[in-house]
């Protein structure tokens, strides 16, 4: 492509795009499309002269669109956000535009000192400790198997790294703790890398549904006893079926009683701790061996982007440090490269948006943004406590709130209330004006509503609301 | 940010980047900084109060430029490149914007089906057999990780996934097999998985440091014959060093015969195989179980977009699937749900920008740019083979030659021309016209110069030469 059409389809495709962001909200939230619509759109075979990129842009409209279902639309309340913001969109079009790889520092310096510097602004934004290193991996699953690599070497004396599993007493297996709540990506993760799905042990909660320490103790003393090996406990701030916020300090003295490896998953709240009243949430990470938390989530920073933060990157480093001729810099022994402290050998310059968002909004600007949410959920769950035909099913410590239709005096059996609410969501959802998930607590089926769309407002919420109560009265009759 | 502020500095940052393609060959290719200089312009502490879009483009190009390594100029001839286009940057704008997570087919149905018609046209593209079906990841390190998981459940029965390591009899370590040749990602990602870097046996070379089919049935007849278990074989079409090639034919029987799951790694060559006079490189992928090539190196896609192919993606899919409620959907038995394809749950609308590249330069035009870098390697070679003062020290099969500057008649040692070479490299980088890298082959240290920029023209190339001639004089003297 010359350079001229470049600019030419650029600004067509920046106004395209602001556009977007002015009628988002009039797409359904979810798409209405079905199962294989798109690709029967779409030819089987490749075509072998080029397009028009008019006629690319036009299929963009007509194929592409009505199969997207729209994070960015204010009405997205399902899952947790994955927002953004216009800084870091552009930020985005220009590390697309540079096209460096930010493997070693040599390929270029300012992309891994960049990424030094945003880490350390977060480190301070969210007041965690001062030892604390941080490098941007893609997801918060890649960082959770980064912080089992490492407490598993960590344990192994970096044995397992350098003669695999065999050299690992078969009866000794090694253990990671923790809560029922707990993400999926910790099991995968210990799939990965060859714990095994069943050396996961899973702590109950408490009706908070928060990892009860008790409990946790007693499962490592029981391993310990039965000759197991405890090698790491990964907490939760912040569970993804309802935030839930697990007992840092309590969990934090069970792991270093016991000398096992804490890894803090915060993958959604973390952006919380921005804000000073909210700090307390990571009371105790100073005893955490490992954190993470995604920008990508909510802190208007385009996905992918996770911070991964380590108190001893030198245990990082030796995971992950292998040395071919092909990638030595006759500046490796004064630097940091980052291939040294991930899977991927390959990085995108992802600190040029980060650096682009806190920037451009500043922390203040970043800390009202969160509050707005914060306070939406609150009124949010005001309304569930006060209708009676609505119940609140877990508490709301963030932005998002667990509540079910459950009329009033009815003696509903459990699953025709499951049958129900599942019903109201598929309604709602396929409304398009909303967009909502669900989840299962202590064995209910919840419907769940996340407030961190950049552009949701109090209006967006009170509409959620009233089309909520009204598929749920039509569920009524 | 509000939308006339977007689309003001929208159309600003297009400009900006169309500018930066017209001028990139004004900035030295290798960045310039010191270590620490990045750092030091930049505060310490993040901005409280936002700050203008106008300041922070004013410190990207004061600050932030001056250590970028530019990937993108035609004189970049390091490592292997990272190409991109311009559809490429404009398809990831467009979806940064979207910023929708394809971990289901429900969060945006069209990211899933894209994902599937354009993995489907790289298999035809690529003339790859027809039961591959194809996912994308962020990295070949990454890709590479999935098929070793892949090949250590099948060889377990899923039982290592469930029960750990502990399950595998100690003595029976699994063993992969790799070339001497092969990228660093194999030992990284056996030690990830837990076979440990020990078990990794580097298979020896031909003079061509292609793999020796040989030594690799020794290898595994000895490992069986020890109560070893063979478990994957990892053959390199186009190694880091050298785009050396692996006999895939003679390997895949080997694995047939044993019963080992076989994965080829053509991270940066499997671009070559579109042209059908160089789709012999693949020949025997047939008896693969898993295939990698990156986009992201040489098709004009800018990073990251790792194409991984699998034979049986049932596998893949039982290796990473975990069910947990948040995620379950009403689509989930009709549908493919990437999320269970690999590591990471969050996934980028990668596909996108495959689609836009693909359609902007068709098959044909595609091809035509690809065979345009191998006839300047060929170029090169030819000029390295006819200069009396210089010697080819590996075939060159693609886009890349591996040479040294050897003075005729000289009787200097091994070690006093590599002092030469690391310092004509040294200068030559310096220089900031043209970024060259290095490997060591058979020993000996060797500059690599590797032609697969978008905008590198027979003139770069020439110029190249002109310029390591001149630094190579300078040494002589």
Not at 30 to 56: F, H
Not at 268 to 276: K, N
């Amino acid at each position: 492509m010359d350079f001229k059409s470049f600019r030419k389809y650029g600004h067509e495709l920046i106004d395209w795009v602001a556009d977007y962001m002015e009628k988002v909200e009039t797409y359904p939230v979810m798409s209405r499309s079905k199962p294989g619509e798109v690709r029967a759109a779409l030819p089987a075979d490749p075509p072998n002269k080029g397009e028009e990129m008019r006629e690319i842009i036009e299929d963009l409209d007509r194929i592409i669109m009505p199969g997207i279902t729209h994070w960015q639309h204010p009405g997205f309340f399902a899952y947790f956000p994955a927002n953004t913001s216009g800084p870091s969109i552009l930020a985005e079009l220009v590390s697309a535009a540079l096209g460096v790889n930010a493997m070693v520092w040599q390929t270029s310096p300012a992309a891994t000192e960049l990424e030094q510097v945003v880490m350390d602004w977060l480190r301070r934004m969210l007041d965690l400790p001062e030892e604390f290193r941080g490098v941007i991996q893609d997801t918060a699953s890649v960082s959770t198997v980064c912080a089992l690599l490492a407490a598993r070497e960590r344990l192994s004396g970096f044995e397992i790294n350098e003669k695999g599993f065999p050299v690992w007493p078969a009866g000794e297996a090694m253990r990671i703790y923790t809560s029922t709540e707990a993400h999926s990506s910790i099991e995968k993760g210990a799939r990965i890398t060859g714990f095994g799905g069943e050396n996961v042990i899973e702590i109950q909660v408490d009706g908070k549904y928060a990892m009860d320490p008790e409990a946790l103790e007693k499962a490592v003393e029981k391993d310990i006893a039965g000759g197991l090996k405890p090698c790491c406990i990964c907490a939760t701030v912040g569970t993804t079926s309802s935030t839930a916020l697990d007992p840092l300090t309590r969990i934090g003295e069970i792991a270093r009683r016991y000398g096992i490896w804490l890894h803090v998953d915060a993958a959604f709240a973390g952006s919380a701790a921005i804000l000073p009243e909210k700090r307390s949430i990571l009371d105790g990470i100073e005893m955490a061996d490992s954190f993470v938390f995604n920008p990508h989530k909510w802190l208007f920073t385009n996905f992918d982007c996770s911070a991964f933060f380590v108190k001893d990157p030198a245990a990082l480093i030796k995971v992950f440090s292998i040395d071919p001729e092909y990638l030595k810099t006759g500046r490796d022994s004064e630097v940091t490269n980052y291939r040294d402290w991930g899977i991927q050998l390959g990085r995108r310059f992802r600190a040029l948006k980060l650096w682009f968002v806190i920037r451009y909004y500043g922390v203040d600007g970043i800390r009202d943004r969160l509050r707005a949410h914060l306070e939406l959920a609150q009124e949010f769950r005001s309304w569930i406590e006060e209708d009676p035909d609505f119940e609140l099913l877990a508490p709301v410590h963030l932005n998002t709130v667990c509540f079910r239709f459950h009329p009033e005096g009815s003696r509903t059996s459990e699953k025709k209330l499951e049958a129900i609410n599942q019903a109201i969501m598929d309604g709602i959802n396929a409304s398009g004006k909303i967009y909502i998930s669900h989840t299962r607590l202590g064995g209910r089926f919840c419907l769940r509503l996340s407030i961190g769309q950049t552009y949701t407002t109090r209006d967006h919420v009170t509409g959620a609301w009233g089309i909520i109560r009204e598929h749920a009265r039509a569920a009524k009759r």
